[in-house]
């Protein structure tokens, strides 16, 4: 059967970029229900990484305090599209960010005019671009920002010598490039002397396999991305920053003059909040992304005037797990959360209609009946659910998307709970005649079909 496309916790989602597709991760809220519209913030993480890093912890964060959030790989990174593979380019990923912002815009469980973003270490250079140049941003946040510019980027790399050689470095790369099709590559992380990496100095986080060492990451960086990095100033777009800004920073943290010096720049509404912590543990230690998630989380509920949303009524939970796990044969959760004499009551003529006893009535009786006679075209969609402390009651809608036969139909459930488990629901129809004219016709087109041609 088929089920609602979006649902509380990680989304995979696919959505075009300039001819590449984009794969990401929307985070929704426990929650989250069927109908729910919420503010979405769009999560930009430091630069080679992809989403599964710090993308997934901080689009957690964000939907466990009540918001939508979108992970993404850029171009040239993860699961996404796009060549030379491990290509660094802060302009491509602005340009990924406005195509993701157009993506949200069209999904049903997000408020098309409630769009955050948030940048995280260097993915706060790329957001402070974006932010810039897109309206459809109506906040912006950053933690730990690596915020690039003229002044600083010598102190890392060796100074202008250095950035001069990289800078010529990324110059052959490219010719080499576009005469042969091959990209010349060096470690993103590699602390060892003369190792010419991206990241050269030590971190522990990107060899950590508990930490930024996940499987999908690769340990690759395109040498034509040394241009755009060691070229760009991501203070310069703080004045064309109009929509309210909260900065999260602290003495630890990479370059904290130049995120002072953004500060001063923006002439909109504006908030810094300095606290502690070294640099990398705001990818992904306790307390510290806790703590930041929760400063731009209340920063984008302000500008959004969205009030944290109340958690599910237990009983509410458990009917929404009901309809995940019946649509997925979750046989396991039927044997922790049905009581042992559970009954299911469907009235009518039909043949989904009596008393269905126990797991096998649920899954071997109804269950397996509906799927027989809709011949996998037929689904359904939780529209909403109330919970109380007795029971719980729910509306959704059964479809078929067959040729042969018509249906779209509402019915409202009433469940009795007692100790976790649902121990008799009840069924019923909006429209008791239509159901039970689709299930007996379906039957009837099922039988005509096994029927043995005539001698």
Not at 250 to 263: H, I, T, Y
Not at 270 to 291: A, M, N, R, S
Not at 316 to 343: C, E, I, N
Not at 387 to 398: N, P
Request: glycine share 8%; proline share 7%; with cysteine.
């Amino acid at each position: 059967m088929e089920t609602q496309p979006y649902q509380p916790g990680p989304n995979r989602v696919t959505f075009p970029s300039e001819g590449e597709t984009l794969v990401g991760t929307l985070f929704l809220p426990a929650s989250y229900q069927p109908g729910d519209q919420l503010p979405v913030v769009l999560v930009s993480g430091p630069w080679t990484q992809v989403k599964e890093q710090i993308g997934h912890r901080y689009g957690q964060q964000l939907a466990d305090l009540g918001l939508a959030a979108l992970a993404l790989d850029f171009r040239f990174y993860g699961e996404s599209g796009g060549e030379p593979r491990q290509l660094e380019s802060t302009q491509a990923k602005v340009r990924d960010l406005h195509n993701a912002v157009t993506f949200l815009q069209t999904v049903p469980a997000v408020q098309a005019e409630q769009v955050g973003i948030l940048g995280v270490c260097a993915g706060a250079s790329v957001v402070a671009y974006a932010a810039a140049a897109d309206p459809r941003l109506r906040a912006v946040a950053t933690v730990a920002a690596w915020l690039q510019h003229p002044d600083t980027t010598p102190l890392f790399y060796g100074g202008p010598e250095g950035v001069q050689q990289r800078l010529a470095l990324a110059a052959q790369a490219q010719t080499k490039f576009e005469q042969t099709g091959d990209m010349d590559y060096v470690p993103a992380y590699d602390p060892a002397e003369g190792s010419g990496a991206a990241m050269f100095f030590p971190i522990d986080y990107y060899a950590n396999p508990e930490r930024g060492a996940v499987p999908t990451w690769l340990n690759r960086f395109a040498v034509v991305g040394w241009q755009e990095w060691l070229e760009m100033d991501a203070v310069a777009p703080a004045q064309n920053i109009r929509v309210p800004v909260q900065l999260v920073h602290s003495d630890g943290s990479a370059l904290p003059q130049n995120v002072k010096r953004f500060f001063e720049a923006l002439p909109g509404q504006k908030d810094l909040h300095w606290t502690e912590g070294e640099h990398t543990q705001f990818y992904d230690q306790e307390p510290y992304v806790q703590h930041a998630a929760r400063v731009v989380a209340d920063h984008f509920r302000r500008v959004f005037k969205a009030p944290a949303k109340e958690p599910r009524h237990p009983n509410a939970q458990l009917v929404y797990d009901f309809f995940q796990a019946f649509g997925t044969v979750d046989k396991a959760w039927f044997d922790r959360h049905l009581s042992p004499d559970f009954v299911w009551h469907l009235p009518g003529h039909s043949p989904i209609s009596g008393d269905w006893h126990g797991l096998d009535g649920a899954l071997n009786g109804i269950r397996a009946t509906a799927m027989r006679l809709g011949n996998g075209k037929n689904g359904f969609e939780l529209l909403d659910v109330f919970g109380h402390d007795g029971g719980a009651v729910s509306i959704h809608r059964d479809f078929y998307t067959g040729d042969d036969n018509h249906f779209d139909l509402r019915y409202v459930i009433h469940y009795r709970i007692a100790d976790g488990r649902i121990t008799e629901l009840f069924e019923i129809p909006f429209n008791q005649y239509e159901n039970d004219r689709f299930w007996n016709l379906q039957q009837q087109n099922l039988a005509a079909t096994q029927q043995e041609p005539a001698a």
